[in-house]
Each structure stands twice: as C-alpha cells, then as structure tokens.
C-alpha cells in the first residue's frame, strides 16, 4: 500500500504558529510547562484557511459536517463535504442543516462555489441548501448555482422539484434583494440525473469527471459519488447500507467517505429507544454499522477510509473503532466537523482547520461587484405612508 502520512504544513502557517506562540508566551498567556503541552503532541496540525495555495496537481476536502439530523450541535453539524482542486474548482457533496456555520467560519471565495451535488434529500443532507443559496449570494457568488441529484421514484420525489418547491419558498427573500445584489446570483438551476444507472456521468468539465450509482437508503432517489481528477479520486457514499454497487464503483479511491452509523446497542442507548428492532434495522438496513463499514473498506482498499454521519460521543466514537477495527486494518479517519485533508498522489495528510466562532463575511471579488443589477425592490406608497417624521435618515449620496 503506499501509503504515507507525513506532517506538511507550510512555511507561511508553520512561520505564523510559531510567530503566534512566541507572541503568547511573551504576554504570558500560555503556561510554558502544562500537562495539556505534554498532550499536544498527539494533536492533528491546524490549517488556518487562507493561508495556502493549492499546488496544482493537489486536492483539499473539508468536512463541513459529520454528524445526524437530530442532534445538531456547535460541534458537530448534518452532513457536507467541500473538495477545492489545484485546477481552481470547488465542489460540495450535500448541505446539511448547520454546515453553512462551519463554511463561514473558513471564509471562502463564494464567487467559485456553484456546485452543489446531493446524495439525497433528507435534511441532513440538504437542509442548508437556502442558507446557501442567499448566503453564497449576498457574500460573493455572482453566478448561478448549480445543485445536481437524484430523480425519486415520482417526479414530486426527485432532486429538481425539491430544488425549483426551495427557490419557491425563497420568492419573497430573492426578490427582496432586487437591484442590490447580482442578478445572475439569485438563480438556481437544478440538474436531476436517473438514479438507477451504475457508473454514470453527471458532470464533466474541465478535467473532472463525476460519476454516479444508487444508494440503498431509505427510499429510491439516493445515490453516491466519484469525482475523478488529474489522476486522484474522491469518493462520497452519503448515506446507504453497503452495497455492490458502492464496492464495484469505490475500488481504490484516493480518499473514499462512507457513513458509519452507531452499533444496534449503542443507537438504542444513544436515542433511548426500547426496540431493538428499530434500532438494529435504522442502524443495519438502511445505514451501515461499523463491522459493515470495515468489510466495505476492506473491499475497496482505498488510501484513505473515511467514517463519518455518527455523534462523537465517547463511548459511540469508541464502539465504532472497536467494530470497524473487526472488520478493516487499513488508513482510516472517523470524521469530525473541520478536519482537512490534502490528498497528492504521494501523500495524504490531516488537520483541523481554525475557525473563529465569529467571523466577517469573506470579500467579494470585481467580478461580484460588477455584476449586473436590474431593477430595485419597492414597498407600497401603503407601507411608505407609515415612515415617521421623527427620525429623518442621512441624504442618499449618489453613488
Ligand atoms: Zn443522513
């Protein structure tokens, strides 16, 4: 296997965690001898967003969210993946609720992020869809978004109704915003692709191929992903028990992501239930426990098995490392909320990315500020007729 896992970290972050340390040191903030120094050792490096340039043959995936519908938490979000390629493309795999939180935090160009694909439609997994469509809009995307996904079983089930039913609810927001913003910004296309084909195309441009095959998940619709560039692959299952498709279409990935739900025991003990039964068919039959998760690894042998759609609670985290260990020896991650990974083809290499709870939006770019804008939203003479003459609001310039 060759598989390597050096510390990289670049001269400009390695120079700037130095600078910072000296810095805190020298106003005396950091104890300098800690039992917590002594721990450290064992911790992941930190990727401060920002602060590296991609090499051109290089891919960077982020965990935006790792976690379940219920609960969500400051520390974990539902579901989503961002994979940024050396080419300068941008891609995420699901919105889950929450996850718009953790891609704020990193701050990103939004004028490059215009390609949304989803593996299903369970709000775990597109539930931030409408943060992002206004989000992305109001902080940089001045193009329009692009959300590819499955058909369902009937036309009401599939990707492009649920999409056109969001840009719908959204009528009053997007038209609210008229004249202010781009227009080309305010709009969504959906792309929705048959479900049931294996190995299929749903995207290609500029180098990068992505392909498709169903997931067994709950309901016909769900599918998973490979995405293929310069000789690396990126593979998200979303959510599905194991399944032949997943292990014919998986094999020998870069970095494969399949979900690892909880054990039968620890799902029931987690969510309090009394039926074993409940549990043992949510946590085997429509998700993959973590034996499961191991022997689908283990089939596949991709540089690195990434486990993720599990609340890391001590002793699930611990269950799950127990079982898939069982079943699975290779290069593996349980996934949490913000860790990077930057996959070449000689190495894979793992960190956390340093997020402020509190951020400003990102900058936006010319292209964003030069953008048409037709038209300006109005208020009825009804509604104006209530301004009080009590305040009176500074002239409006001209510009
Ligand atoms: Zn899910």
Redesign the pocket.
């Given at each position: 296997m060759n598989f390597t896992f050096p510390r990289r970290v670049t001269f400009m972050v390695g120079g700037l965690v130095i600078a910072l340390v000296f810095a805190m040191l020298a106003l005396g903030s950091v104890p300098r001898t800690t039992s917590a120094q002594d721990s450290s050792r064992d911790r992941l490096p930190s990727y401060f967003p920002n602060t590296e340039q991609l090499r051109p043959d290089e891919m960077r995936i982020t965990a935006l969210g790792t976690g379940?519908?219920t609960p969500i938490t400051r520390a974990q979000k539902?579901?989503a993946w961002m994979v940024e390629l050396g080419n300068g493309d941008v891609f995420l795999f699901d919105l889950?609720t929450g996850s718009m939180e953790n891609l704020f935090g990193l701050r990103p160009d939004f004028s490059k992020i215009d390609k949304v694909f989803l593996s299903h439609l369970?709000s775990?997994?597109f539930g931030d869809l409408d943060a992002f469509i206004v989000g992305s809009w109001l902080s940089g995307r001045y193009t329009p978004l692009h959300v590819y996904g499955g058909s369902g079983e009937t036309p009401e089930l599939g990707t492009k109704a649920a999409v056109e039913s969001l840009v719908k609810a959204l009528a009053w927001d997007i038209k609210s915003r008229t004249g202010l913003m781009p227009d080309a910004g305010g709009k969504v296309i959906a792309h929705e692709f048959d479900y049931k084909p294996e190995n299929q195309v749903v995207y290609e441009d500029n180098d990068v191929r992505i392909t498709s095959w169903p997931a067994i998940h709950s309901l016909d619709g769900s599918v998973s992903y490979r995405l293929e560039w310069n000789g690396l692959s990126f593979v998200f299952g979303g959510?599905t028990r194991p399944n032949q498709w997943f292990i014919d279409n998986a094999k020998d990935a870069d970095f494969a992501i399949h979900?690892c739900f909880p054990t039968p025991e620890g799902l029931a003990k987690f969510n309090d239930w009394d039926s074993m039964k409940d549990a043992t068919f949510v946590s085997s039959y429509i998700h993959t426990p973590p034996e499961g998760f191991g022997k689908v690894m283990s089939a596949i042998q991709p540089r690195m098995a990434v486990a993720f759609?599990t609340v890391l609670l001590p002793d699930i985290r611990q269950g799950m490392l127990e079982g898939i260990r069982k079943t699975y020896d290779g290069p593996l991650t349980i996934a949490n909320d913000l860790m990077v990974w930057n996959v070449t083809k000689d190495a894979i290499t793992m960190r956390e990315a340093v997020v402020p709870d509190r951020v400003t939006p990102p900058a936006t770019t010319e292209g964003y500020q030069k953008a048409p804008r037709t038209g300006i939203a109005k208020m009825s003479d009804y509604i104006m007729g209530g301004v009080w003459e009590g305040f009176t609001p500074p002239p409006l310039p001209e510009k």
């Open positions: 379940l519908p539902s579901t889950g369970h775990d997994h959510d979900e759609h």
